[in-house]
């Protein structure tokens, strides 16, 4: 869930050309990240924070880690195999 987190941050950046600051915390990231109005926020990367948030602070692993490693490949998985040929 880690690397989802961190790779869908990265592809918000390198993909969406969404700027989070390098210090931000996940929260900050959301918000930054909504502020920027593209529909990838609501339906990608807010679930997959909530998710990465609830188990790093919560210790509750996701019930649907199935359906969040699908919303990571349809909408983020282009930039990790850009990045992965550079």
Do not use: M, N
Request: net charge positive.
């Amino acid at each position: 869930l880690s690397l989802l987190y961190r790779g869908a941050v990265r592809a918000l950046e390198q993909q969406y050309r969404i700027t989070l600051p390098a210090s931000a915390t996940e929260g900050e990231c959301l918000r930054q990240a909504r502020a920027s109005g593209k529909a990838v926020v609501g339906a990608a990367f807010a679930p997959i924070v909530q998710a990465w948030v609830t188990l790093a602070y919560a210790r509750r692993a996701p019930a649907d880690f199935e359906r969040l490693l699908t919303l990571y490949t349809q909408h983020f998985e282009a930039a990790a195999e850009q990045e992965a040929t550079s």
